[in-house]
């Protein structure tokens, strides 16, 4: 199994900048492909990104498309999430997932992190 834990959180104005880091550890994250959510009391948890193995693939919520970027570092067995032009309705608990490849379109239960609060006032 892997551990997850997001760093990274915090308050920021509207059109400022945040980046999130998720430290896995345990197992070496090359294995799996890893992305972000993110949820706001009331709601369900929301999709925000996605990243491959090796981060030749990504996807992003239409909602964050063009603002966040996602990222990885194998060596450091380190997910990103990098935030910018940030608007209050992305103010949410940001979290940390992870998935472990099996086979083609074969995926493990999902993993996650604790979360991290980001806040963006207006």
């Known amino acids: 199994q892997v551990q997850l834990v997001e760093s990274g959180g915090g308050l920021v104005q509207a059109g400022g900048s945040l980046s999130l880091s998720c430290d896995a550890s345990?197992?070496?994250?090359?294995?799996?492909?890893m992305g972000w959510f993110r949820q706001v009391p009331g709601l369900p948890r929301e999709f925000v990104s996605f990243i491959n193995w090796n981060g030749d693939s990504t996807n992003y919520a239409v909602s964050v498309k063009g603002r966040f970027t996602i990222s990885r570092d194998n060596s450091k067995n380190t997910l990103y999430l990098q935030m910018n032009s940030l608007k209050p309705e992305d103010t949410a608990v940001y979290y940390c997932?992870?998935?472990?490849?099996?086979?083609?379109?074969?995926?493990?239960?999902?993993?996650w992190g604790q979360g991290t609060q980001v806040t963006v006032s207006s």
């Open positions: 345990g197992r070496p994250i090359s294995n799996y492909a």
């Open positions: 997932n992870a998935r472990r490849y099996i086979s083609r379109s074969v995926y493990s239960n999902d993993y």
